[in-house]
């Protein structure tokens, strides 16, 4: 660039500079103008104000408005500090808080503790109400470091917040601290949940994986335990099954001793589930006499035979189920229903009642001469000889008289009844006078009223 251009670009910088801060200048002017008269026009607005305030508050007229004014202000002021919510301290009660208890649980064993205390938060009602017993609220018993022996230790809550206080009562406990000892002691077993098992299922005998256990205690709490039992839970089982059996120690009187430390805590045990069984014959049994000579014509029944569930040594001891029936109600064709009681030891049976329809006839007797008298069950093996009685020798048949209708004494087969001795608790002796039982095993049985012409017979037993 020429040095006449340089020149040239210098003259018009100096007079752009120039003319900008003219600009300015006038710019600045301005706004100092406008803010003289904003402010002379704001001392206008005040000077006005005053001088009417001033009218209004110094005015003898106006002094009642003027007060009333004041005592409204002064009204507001109060009610709206009055009105502001404060922070108010609130106590909630919390009952039966459970204690959780720190120590060493393998070497001792603690006594006289509160297993649940009370306790009572304060504190604003927004922040108690926030505490959950269940989650948030804890209490311990701390006994760490603590030897064998009696302490007093207080409670303590597991809330650390400021806001929050609390209050534990009781306070604090006189805990007891024992050192443990060990024992080995058998298991027994017991069956828990029975009612929840078939009725006509039967449990084996329980096979256990071990059947010593090792129990810890303190002395105080060893000498009271009798015994340690497997709990074998047995709802719903219905085959052989193998389960974790619970092993609790108890005291003589059959409660449990919490405080007891059992290793194993459980223990396997293998039960046989069986449903043995028996299918037997119902039958009626008549009590006492039909009025007005009348006898049974027919008995129908809609069940003749139940199946009944118990230990097979009770099915071996059960040939029929009997039903009493009062035969003095009888007095014409009648339609009954008579609920079924099982026989002691029966677990179960296929039918709990039974519909009986009666028919009556009129009845007579009929004389059956020459029925075999019996002996059985002669455990001790005795010889039998006919007794005398008087001068007469005792004889060895005795005569059957049989009551039903007419129809039904044509039926009856004598062959089918048996009058006998039972020598079960016959000892040796002569001349003894014994009882004559009468059996008659026929399905129709029900339609007679059988009797031995003698009751008693005498008959010599020796060895």
Do not use: C
Request: proline share 5%.
């Amino acid at each position: 660039m020429s040095p006449k251009k340089d020149k040239k670009n210098k003259k018009f910088d100096s007079e752009d500079k120039l003319e900008l801060a003219q600009i300015i200048a006038e710019r600045s002017e301005k706004i100092t103008n406008l803010t003289e008269s904003i402010g002379d026009a704001f001392l206008r607005v005040l000077r006005w104000l005053s001088a009417w305030f001033d009218r209004i508050l110094f005015n003898p007229r106006h002094a009642k408005l003027v007060a009333f004014a004041v005592a409204l202000l002064i009204y507001f002021a109060f009610n709206v500090s009055a009105s502001t919510p404060s922070p108010v301290n609130q106590a909630r009660q919390i009952p039966d808080v459970p204690v959780v208890v720190k120590y060493n649980s393998e070497m001792y064993e603690v006594v006289d503790f509160d297993e649940k205390v009370d306790v009572i938060v304060f504190g604003d009602y927004s922040d108690i109400s926030m505490v959950n017993p269940q989650n948030d609220l804890k209490v311990e018993l701390d006994l760490s470091g603590l030897a064998e022996g009696t302490h007093q230790v207080n409670y303590k809550t597991n809330i650390t917040s400021a806001r929050i206080r609390t209050t534990i009562t009781p306070a604090s406990a006189n805990v007891t601290i024992r050192i443990k000892e060990a024992k080995r002691m058998t298991l027994s077993t017991e069956f828990v949940n029975q009612n929840k098992l078939g009725s006509q299922y039967v449990l084996g005998t329980p096979e256990l994986e071990t059947q010593d256990v090792t129990i810890k205690a303190s002395k105080e709490t060893m000498s009271q335990v009798a015994f340690v039992k497997a709990l074998i839970d047995v709802s719903g089982q219905t085959e052989q099954f193998t389960t974790d059996a619970e092993i609790v120690a108890y005291n003589q009187q059959g409660e449990r001793l919490t405080t007891v430390d059992v290793l194993p805590k459980t223990v396997k045990a293998k039960v046989d589930v069986t449903s043995p069984n028996k299918t037997v014959p119902i039958k009626p049994v008549f009590q006492g006499d039909i009025p007005e000579g009348k006898a049974i014509a027919s008995l129908s029944m809609d069940n003749e035979a139940m199946t009944i569930y118990a230990q097979q040594s009770v099915l071996d001891s059960i040939e029929e189920i009997k039903v009493p029936i009062q035969a003095s109600g009888l007095t014409k064709d009648t339609k009954l229903v008579h609920n079924i009681s099982l026989p002691s030891g029966v677990r179960h049976g296929t039918v709990s009642k039974v519909n009986f329809d009666i028919k009556l006839g009129e009845g007579e007797t009929k004389k059956f001469d020459d029925i075999p008298i019996l002996f059985v069950h002669n455990v001790n093996q005795l010889k039998i000889s006919p007794g005398t009685s008087g001068d007469q020798k005792t004889a060895t048949t005795t005569s059957l008289e049989v009551f039903g209708t007419k129809e039904n004494i044509e039926k009856f087969k004598p062959e089918n009844v048996k009058v006998y001795i039972d020598m079960r608790d016959i000892e040796p002796g002569d001349n003894q006078e014994v009882k004559l039982y009468v059996e008659y095993n026929d399905p129709t049985s029900s339609l007679y009223t059988v009797k031995s012409t003698k009751e008693t017979a005498v008959f010599s037993f020796r060895k």
